[in-house]
């Protein structure tokens, strides 16, 4: 518990210092956001503007008035969503994101968890031969395929499911596929991977010479440990899940958080880009915290010091 302890210390130092690379990088970066096709009329509008949001002052003076905001749970206005902040347009989109991406880690791990047990209990066998070639083909075919092709069957050819939108249950469906059936790939190759290596050592070969049935082993002594790299992957994976996906919001048209971070960035939307940063390293920290003490909670060897 000592341990879990300090690795909670120091989440609030890490998410400083992302907070500073982040704000550092944007600082670098060509441009900003009141240039281009947003410049205001003219030079005297500008840096009206650029004094309204602080813009004109130093970097470093932007960042400690821009943190000390954020400790108080500001994350300041947007710049290209006028008259939002970035608190409003976060809380507004994160639990749209959140739905879709339980969902689709939902679909993950129940399609891929069963798979790749399947498969690496009848290695060499046609199960196994099946159940590796949905998996590979899983993860070679992105989302940004998946997704129209099942639009094109779904929807437009056969009609049974709506194209686009975020407004009732059958609008779920069509995204959770696309997103959930690209990461359920990558976790059947994990799981299957997981359990060759796990009938491998000595306790099964043991638990076998014991006369217990395969059944038995496989469930009661293999699964627990050969879950466990499928546990690993789950921590970022979930958070990037958590935090959506650009690519699947953009083609169903999903008031997700996925859509605003490519968007800020592409705008030097600094404040939206760091709020998002931010949200995204928190849960990645958190998450991989919580993996770690299911990990040794699955395996007894496992000790953190």
Same mark, same amino acid.
């Given at each position: 518990?000592?341990?879990?302890?300090?690795?909670?210390?120091?989440?609030?130092?890490?998410?400083?210092?992302?907070?500073?690379?982040?704000?550092?990088?944007?600082?670098?970066?060509?441009?900003?956001?009141?240039?281009?096709?947003?410049?205001?009329?003219?030079?005297?509008?500008?840096?009206?503007?650029?004094?309204?949001?602080?813009?004109?002052?130093?970097?470093?003076?932007?960042?400690?008035?821009?943190?000390?905001?954020?400790?108080?749970?500001?994350?300041?206005?947007?710049?290209?969503?006028?008259?939002?902040?970035?608190?409003?347009?976060?809380?507004?989109?994160?639990?749209?994101?959140?739905?879709?991406?339980?969902?689709?880690?939902?679909?993950?791990?129940?399609?891929?968890?069963?798979?790749?047990?399947?498969?690496?209990?009848?290695?060499?066998?046609?199960?196994?031969?099946?159940?590796?070639?949905?998996?590979?083909?899983?993860?070679?075919? *992105? !989302?940004? =395929?998946?997704? +129209?092709? %099942?639009?094109? &069957? #779904?929807?437009?050819?056969? /009609?049974?499911?709506?194209?686009?939108?975020?407004?009732? *249950? !059958?609008? =779920?469906?069509? +995204?959770? %596929?696309?997103? &959930? #059936?690209?990461?359920?790939? /990558?976790?059947?190759?994990?799981?299957?991977?997981?359990?060759?290596?796990?009938?491998?050592?000595?306790?099964?070969?043991?638990?076998?010479?014991?006369?217990?049935?395969?059944?038995?082993?496989?469930?009661?002594?293999?699964?627990?440990?050969?879950?466990?790299?499928?546990?690993?992957?789950?921590?970022?994976?979930?958070?990037?899940?958590?935090?959506?996906?650009?690519?699947?919001?953009?083609?169903?048209?999903?008031?997700?958080?996925?859509?605003?971070?490519?968007?800020?960035?592409?705008?030097?939307?600094?404040?939206?880009?760091?709020?998002?940063?931010?949200?995204?390293?928190?849960?990645?920290?958190?998450?991989?915290?919580?993996?770690?003490?299911?990990?040794?909670?699955?395996?007894?060897?496992?000790?953190?010091?």
């Amino acid at each position: 518990m000592l341990y879990f302890a300090k690795r909670a210390a120091f989440l609030l130092p890490l998410l400083l210092l992302i907070s500073v690379l982040a704000f550092a990088l944007l600082k670098l970066a060509p441009g900003g956001p009141f240039d281009k096709e947003r410049a205001p009329a003219t030079a005297e509008i500008k840096r009206a503007i650029e004094a309204k949001y602080h813009l004109d002052e130093p970097w470093w003076r932007q960042y400690l008035r821009y943190i000390g905001g954020v400790l108080q749970g500001d994350f300041g206005p947007s710049f290209k969503y006028r008259n939002h902040t970035v608190t409003d347009i976060i809380a507004q989109g994160l639990p749209v994101s959140v739905a879709l991406g339980g969902m689709a880690f939902t679909l993950s791990l129940g399609v891929g968890i069963p798979l790749g047990f399947w498969s690496a209990a009848r290695r060499g066998q046609w199960g196994d031969y099946t159940g590796s070639f949905f998996a590979i083909l899983a993860v070679c075919v *992105p !989302a940004l =395929v998946v997704g +129209p092709l %099942l639009v094109m &069957g #779904l929807a437009i050819q056969w /009609r049974l499911l709506p194209v686009a939108l975020w407004t009732s *249950p !059958a609008h =779920v469906i069509l +995204p959770t %596929l696309t997103l &959930g #059936l690209y990461f359920s790939g /990558r976790v059947a190759r994990l799981m299957r991977e997981g359990m060759l290596t796990t009938l491998h050592e000595h306790y099964i070969t043991t638990a076998r010479a014991k006369g217990l049935d395969d059944t038995t082993v496989l469930l009661k002594h293999a699964l627990r440990i050969a879950v466990l790299p499928v546990v690993s992957y789950s921590g970022p994976l979930l958070a990037d899940l958590l935090t959506g996906s650009f690519i699947v919001e953009n083609l169903f048209q999903i008031p997700g958080v996925g859509v605003f971070m490519v968007n800020s960035s592409l705008n030097r939307d600094y404040p939206m880009v760091i709020g998002l940063v931010l949200l995204y390293a928190t849960l990645l920290l958190v998450l991989n915290l919580l993996v770690d003490v299911a990990y040794s909670y699955l395996d007894r060897r496992v000790k953190y010091e």
